[in-house]
């Protein structure tokens, strides 16, 4: 059930976990703990792995060594479930990490996430807010995406995060449910703000859970690219700054144009783009998958930390990201270890180069968010009560 890896083609080369910047293997021993997981075996992977998603653009042969480690994650979960520390972290808990939010916001953004939640997703373009978008919804509050219909809610999750953290059987039931509700609207192109919402979409969720979306999917960095490059979009003015960029964990597997898109959409906006030592494919993770092997939020924070440290060898004055998550894990951890660069999201730059207001809450968001977690998860981190999601085979 859910033999996602290719068992078939995998020559147990090694490559996967030779090349990850976080397993520090041997050749030799990549190759032994690649046959431990092929067994069924206790590997340190499971335990070492921060869940960046690397490995399956390092394999030759595209056997997806990523879905090996989640399908073990998965049958640990099948037979043990979650600590009841992970419940408050999980899209398919309300409320959650996110929702919770929304409380603290400004009435603008409220009004923003009420209204993206009543609007039928209908039109040529839409565009999906996922997640991210709608705990940030200030990101999308911009002239040139008026004419857009924003339509999403906290139900329709794409869910990026039971997938990072191998609850297959999750992950099949979201597939079978978007499959249902995108149905019968008349969509043309969805435009995705999130890199790992546009992979669920495009790749994930039909590929291996069997969705079926009509409609064309596209990356909303490089819509807003087009539009720039015919017209339609008219920078004001030049940012003028150095810039360098931290590259989203679903970005570097799509085998796609994004990577270079997002540093072509900075320039056009006048900045400077410096890339770090460790960059594209080969670059870190921001953390924000790192919970799933011990669902540790010192796991995350000590991932994120390692970007920061990163980016900060560099002669850059800015973090650019365009992941939501990547803006919330690594602005959180700046929490902890302050940077000399702030981290700021790819729609940022393009507002403020068409003359847009400046309003950011981010850091705001993310003491809120720390707050909340701090209160609702770590009561419950020394607890040895576990659970199953709803509807979970065991």
């Known amino acids: 059930m859910f033999n996602i890896f290719k068992f078939d083609s995998c020559i147990v080369c090694g490559e996967c976990f030779y090349r990850c910047p976080y397993l520090k ?49 998965f049958e640990n979960y099948q037979e043990k479930g979650l600590p009841i520390r992970a419940e408050y972290l999980l899209p398919s808990s309300m409320p959650n990490f996110r929702t919770d939010l929304v409380q603290g916001m400004e009435e603008r953004e409220q009004e923003l996430v009420k209204k993206w939640q009543e609007t039928k997703p209908e039109g040529e373009v839409v565009l999906y807010p996922g997640c991210n978008g709608l ?26 995060m039971h997938f990072r953290m191998g609850l297959f059987d999750q992950v099949k039931r979201t597939a079978g449910k978007l499959t249902e509700y995108y149905r019968d609207k008349k969509i043309g192109t969805m435009l995705f703000q999130c890199p790992a919402c546009l992979n669920m979409f495009s790749n ?13 999917k596209k990356y909303l960095g490089t819509y807003l690219l087009e539009k720039m490059e015919v017209g339609q979009i008219r920078p004001e003015k030049k940012l003028n700054k150095k810039v360098t960029v931290h590259d989203s964990c679903h970005a570097r597997v ?57 980016s900060k060898k560099t002669d850059a004055s800015e973090l650019a990201i365009y992941c939501g998550g990547c803006q919330l894990t690594l602005n959180m951890c700046r929490l902890f270890l302050p940077s000399r660069q702030p981290v700021r999201h790819m729609l940022e730059y393009v507002k403020e180069s068409c003359g847009e207001g400046s309003y950011n809450p981010t850091r705001k968001r993310c003491v809120q968010m720390m707050l909340n977690i701090l209160f609702k998860c770590f009561p419950k981190y020394l607890s040895a009560r576990r659970f199953w999601i709803s509807g979970s085979t065991r």
């Not at 509050?141 to 329709?156: N, Q, Y």
Request: with cysteine; charged share 30%; aromatic share 8%.
């Open 204 to 216: 994930i969720l039909p590929h291996q859970f069997g969705a079926r979306f009509d409609f064309e």
């Open 254 to 310: 799509m085998n796609g144009d994004i990577l270079d898109d997002l540093r072509l959409l900075l320039e056009k906006c006048g900045a400077e783009v410096v890339e770090m030592e460790l960059t594209r494919v080969k670059g870190f993770c921001c953390g924000a998958a790192a919970g799933a092997k011990r669902y540790n939020p010192f796991d995350i924070l000590s991932t994120a930390a390692g970007v920061l440290k990163e």
């Open 135 to 160: 705990a940030l919804p200030h990101l999308l509050d911009a002239s040139f995406l008026e004419e857009i219909p924003i339509a999403g809610t906290w139900d329709l999750c794409c869910g990026e």
């Open 25 to 73: 293997l041997d050749r030799e021993e990549a190759v032994l703990e690649k046959k431990k997981l092929l067994e069924g075996k206790e590997s340190s992977v499971l335990r070492q792995c921060v869940s960046c998603y690397a490995c399956n653009a390092f394999c030759p042969r595209d056997c997806h060594p990523y879905e090996l480690i989640l399908k073990r994650w």
